[in-house]
């Protein structure tokens, strides 16, 4: 089953496969993501546990409130909540598969836990800094915003029930980069991706761009595919 999940790329791109092994590692679980399914999701924790001395499964019900605040008026309360609602499905099969593995092993982390740590506030506040004084930061996350936004709209990425605005997107991509950052700091060194990293994570890794914070360009971002 494992020889199922492919590596794409890796970055930066001087590192090879056998550098991952016995490394710390994570997924940001994107709901709607197909790998997050009840027939890829057991391939992948396969993958990864031959790989990694921990792999961590990071749920961004927090993140995703960006998703809802058109949907919910502008009420970051009620995004929230809709964001935390639209996750329990994804949460519920996370933890019936995560059951079947060491609990030193395989963890679903909640950005609810990260978010309380003070650690993760001057993150957020460093990224965000960096994007209003750095152009060519601002510009490369921009581009990814577009692009996503143009895949969205041409029906590729899953469906929500509220647009989201470019800011929103933007708000998304900064916030994702300081829980990508606190992890990194605590071990994490690798951040595994079913399909393809957006350009900045993949030119943070590379050192082609210059970072918010140093563990943004000593993370290792892996591509995979799943068939």
């Known amino acids: 089953m494992s020889s ?10 001087g590192v090879g496969p056998d550098e991952l092994v016995g490394r710390h590692a994570f997924a940001g ?26 792999f961590q499964l990071v ?12 949907k919910a008026k502008g009420d970051a309360g009620k ?3 809709l964001a935390v609602a639209e996750s329990i499905p994804t949460h519920c099969l996370l933890r019936d598969v995560v059951s079947g593995y ?5 963890r679903i982390v909640s950005s609810e836990s990260i978010y309380g740590d003070p650690a993760f506030s001057r993150l957020c506040d460093t990224v965000t800094r960096h ?52 992890l990194v700091s605590r071990g994490s060194t690798v951040q595994i991706y079913p399909g393809t990293n957006l350009s900045v994570l993949k030119r943070l ?19 995979l595919s799943m068939d």
């Open 4 to 13: 199922r999940v492919r590596i794409r790329e890796i970055h930066p791109a």
């Open 29 to 54: 679980v994107s709901i709607g993501n197909p790998a997050y399914t009840a027939s890829r999701l057991p391939r992948l924790l396969q993958w990864a546990t031959a790989r990694f001395a921990t």
């Open 59 to 70: 749920m961004g019900d927090d993140l995703h409130r960006h998703n809802w605040i058109g």
């Open 79 to 81: 995004a929230r909540a």
């Open 102 to 106: 060491p609990g030193d092993r395989v």
């Open 131 to 182: 994007y209003h004084r750095s152009a060519e930061f601002c510009k490369v996350v921009s581009d990814d915003v577009e692009g996503f936004i143009r895949r969205r709209r041409r029906g590729v990425s899953p469906s929500r029930l509220a647009e989201v605005s470019p800011e929103q997107c933007v708000a998304y991509v900064l916030e994702e980069l300081a829980i990508f950052s606190f």
């Open 205 to 223: 890794s590379d050192r082609t761009l210059e970072a918010p914070t140093t563990d943004l360009s000593n993370q290792i971002c892996v591509d």
